[in-house]
């Protein structure tokens, strides 16, 4: 609970007044840099508990997920190509039941130009976004030690994981939100969570591949979507087929537990 407590006093310290000022009640704009930090205040706040619990080592144990990379070519080419067939067959639904065709960027691109795209987009979200250390490198151990089961672990974790990002579904004239609504958001994180979870367990504890498997998922966001709500609908649909297929035949248990840093 102290790491979730001290995520939420961190972030929202930022989100807050950000919101308030989108309606005329804060009288500051925040700095964009700060949104920098933001995006690591998660793992600000599990290196804070970690450190408290089990010292600097516990520090050096939970960031050396990072460095757990020795894993087979094919959970790398599945976190970054995941979500390609699962955002282009969002859209052929969309369209095959009467949508128009989204604004996808990466069909108004040369070919040669979408990979470097993804590319860096996937290495600066790397960079900003410090989330998978919390989420997944500190609290899901934890939580799949004490209930001996990752799929209700990974449904625990959704729950912080959505309330850190729900200050933003206040923000006024949000070109994402208001389109695709934040109950089906709120859906999609945590589809994803369980995901995550079995990716983050299949590949021996690794940080690095779930963190990859995010900046990719905003990235291919990025290149493939544009906000029109019911190809997201749809891609949550397709979502939670594969996150109950996962739970329905794995039963909770994918692996062992992986171990507490």
């Not at 933003?168 to 995901?195: Q, R, T």
């Amino acid at each position: 609970a102290s790491m979730y407590i001290g995520t939420f006093i961190l972030a929202w310290a930022y989100f807050v007044p950000k919101v308030l000022h989108s309606w005329g009640l804060f009288p500051v704009a925040m700095p964009d840099a700060l949104a920098l930090l933001a995006g690591w205040t998660p793992a600000i706040a599990a290196a804070i508990v970690t450190g408290t619990i089990d010292g600097w080592k516990g520090v050096k144990q939970l960031f050396s997920r990072y460095l757990i990379w020795r894993v087979s070519g094919r959970w790398y080419v599945f976190v970054l190509v995941f979500f390609v067939p699962v955002i282009l067959s969002a859209a052929g639904l969309h369209v095959l039941f009467g949508g128009e065709m989204p604004q996808i960027g990466a069909f108004n691109m040369q070919w040669w130009e979408v990979l470097p795209s993804f590319l860096v987009q996937v290495l600066l979200l790397m960079l900003l976004n410090g989330e998978e250390v919390a989420w997944r490198g500190f609290a899901l151990p934890r939580l799949q030690a004490r209930y001996n089961n990752i799929v209700v672990a990974a449904l625990l974790v959704a729950i912080p994981e959505n309330l850190l990002h729900a200050p933003g579904f206040f923000l006024k004239d949000d070109p994402f939100i208001s389109s695709v609504g934040v109950i089906p958001f709120i859906l999609f994180s945590v589809a994803l969570s369980v995901i995550y979870a079995w990716t983050f367990s299949r590949t021996k504890g690794s940080v690095l591949l779930v963190a990859l498997f995010h900046a990719a998922q905003n990235a291919w966001g990025n290149l493939l979507t544009d906000n029109t709500a019911r190809p997201f609908h749809i891609t949550v649909v397709l979502l939670w087929v594969m996150a109950i297929a996962l739970i329905l035949f794995t039963k909770g248990r994918q692996s062992d537990p992986v171990e507490t840093p």
